[in-house]
């Protein structure tokens, strides 16, 4: 069965950085993008970052590229996000979803075929 897990999300005071976590089961996760997505209240829900089965098609939204890395940890089962700079307008939820078919990034996040059930990123000023 085809899991995802986001953790890692805490407050943190603005500035700061953080390491966030996508620990994935019932797949190969070098065989299948990797995005990640935030919704804050009463926002919908964005794209940040996605990273292609190739790890040569990474893609990074305009509000936090040059201050954001996304890597897989195959060791692990794990894709991470790790954002530095962190700003107020970050604070979110976070999730991470999986493209089975292998598509390369950037990906439409309706064709994402599994999601994991969020972490919570607070920036406070």
């Known amino acids: 069965e085809v899991q995802l897990q986001a953790s890692g999300g805490r407050l943190v005071q603005a500035g700061g950085s953080l390491r966030l976590a996508c620990v994935t089961a019932?797949?190969?996760?070098?065989?299948?993008?990797i995005g990640w997505f935030r919704q804050a209240p009463g926002k919908e829900r964005e794209g940040v970052s996605c990273?292609?089965?190739?790890?040569?098609?990474?893609w990074y939204s305009d509000s936090v590229k040059d201050r954001s890395t996304i890597t897989r940890d195959t060791a692990k089962n794990t894709a991470w996000l790790e954002m530095n700079s962190l700003k107020p307008e970050d604070t979110a939820t976070y999730y991470c979803?999986?493209?089975?078919?292998?598509?390369?990034?950037?990906?439409?996040?309706?064709?994402?075929?599994?999601w994991g059930q969020g972490t919570r990123v607070t920036v406070s000023s």
């Open positions: 979803a999986a493209d089975l078919l292998g598509r390369v990034c950037p990906i439409r996040q309706a064709e994402y075929d599994y």
């Open positions: 019932g797949f190969v996760i070098d065989n299948h993008a």
């Open positions: 990273i292609s089965v190739s790890d040569g098609s990474r």
